[in-house]
């Protein structure tokens, strides 16, 4: 590998770990990283804080103690700059504006007011640039935005635990549910969703177990609930329906909304899952974590309707009960030891996607 293709990867790098920092708060943008490089120092770095704030290119040349090196440096940027008027300015208006010549970019904006326009704006006005170093990490660090401006619906993640024989829950009626995470594990479960737009269970998940589905073992922002209920026969003393974080009921009766509780009807007999993607993403929730039981978390495979799946696996053995969802074709995964547990990583591969 030639030496400055080693040095532009090692920005790029730096690029996408300063990204992560804005991981809970960016949402509907894409997680953004920049660093800018004068004679082999970095000058400034910053990254996309928070939705409706200044994107990672601004941040890091606001960065820059003394602006006369921008003449002469390389700004790197994880994703395009962007080219149009939105929350905030043009970013490739403010790197043209600064005189900085020479821009390396990760990866393409998917977006379609941005998709290239970033890049033409800058080489129009004269200034280097290189586009594509690292481009599938880049790409894989905003998933869920690539996602949700390709598909038009939320990026879906899938969650369970399942027992060594392979077993999620005992068969029952009521009572209480079998506890197969450890309370560490759990914590990484409550991570996630921290970090994603909204949350969904099925009928039968919400009436056994009564979650609650917020962020109690990490600090962030609770994901909108969403929950099925085709005949609102669910009582309304459920956890879900406390109405201290917004929930979408989605059911086939006539319903007023109440407080943080909307009811959207939606048609039963036709494609449920296409049409709870569809209204999800009109309402710009660009993910989407199902933590339901069997029957739902099924639907979602048998439907290509996912992402990625995490499988933590419990020791424990139950004999019998409801068995484990399955994922047979069009995956690839790894295998992942947090706090003595086992969890599997599934990627979808399908090229239905």
């Not at 991981?23 to 920049?34: E, F, I, S, T, Y």
């Not at 894989?140 to 369970?160: D, E, G």
């Not at 609770?222 to 956890?239: A, E, I, M, Q, Y």
């Not at 739902?296 to 990625?308: A, G, R, Y």
């Amino acid at each position: 590998m030639e030496d400055h293709q080693m040095e532009e990867e090692k920005y790029i790098k730096r690029c996408i770990q300063l990204a992560k920092n804005g991981r809970c708060n960016v949402a509907p943008n894409p997680m953004v990283g920049a660093v800018i490089v004068c004679n082999g120092c970095i000058i400034g770095e910053g990254y996309h804080i928070r939705y409706g704030e200044a994107h990672a290119e601004v941040n890091a040349i606001r960065s820059v103690k003394d602006t006369s090196l921008l003449k002469q440096s390389t700004i790197y940027v994880s994703l395009e700059p962007c080219s149009h008027h939105g929350k905030t300015p043009p970013c490739a208006d403010l790197i043209i504006e600064k005189q900085i010549p020479r821009i390396v970019i990760g990866c393409q904006d998917p977006f379609s007011k941005v998709s290239g326009c970033g890049i033409k704006k800058l080489r129009d006005a004269g200034r280097e640039v290189i586009v594509g170093v690292l481009e599938q990490e880049c790409e894989y660090l905003i998933r869920r935005f690539i996602t949700f401006n390709t598909l038009k619906r939320p990026y879906i993640t899938l969650k369970w635990a399942e027992s060594g024989d392979h077993f999620i829950d005992r068969e029952r009626m009521d009572g209480t549910p079998v506890i197969l995470s450890s309370s560490l594990s759990s914590m990484l479960v409550h991570k996630k969703r921290a970090e994603t737009d909204a949350i969904m269970v099925g009928k039968r998940t919400a009436l056994l177990d009564n979650p609650s589905l917020t962020v109690r073992n990490w600090y962030g922002n609770h994901p909108v609930r969403v929950v099925l209920d085709r005949t609102l026969s669910l009582p309304n003393t459920l956890c879900l329906f406390d109405g201290n974080i917004p929930t979408l009921i989605f059911t086939e009766k006539e319903h007023l909304d109440q407080s943080n509780l909307t009811f959207i009807k939606i048609d039963f007999a036709e494609n449920i899952l296409a049409q709870i993607m569809h209204i999800l993403y009109q309402r710009k929730i660009q993910s989407l974590l199902i933590e339901g039981g069997k029957q739902l978390l099924q639907t979602f495979i048998d439907s290509n309707f996912w992402d990625e799946a995490f499988v933590e696996q419990c020791p424990v053995k139950l004999h019998s009960g409801v068995k484990a969802p399955e994922i047979s074709n069009n995956f690839s995964y790894s295998v992942e030891e947090h706090f003595d547990r086992t969890i599997l990583h599934y990627i979808h591969e399908s090229e239905l996607r």
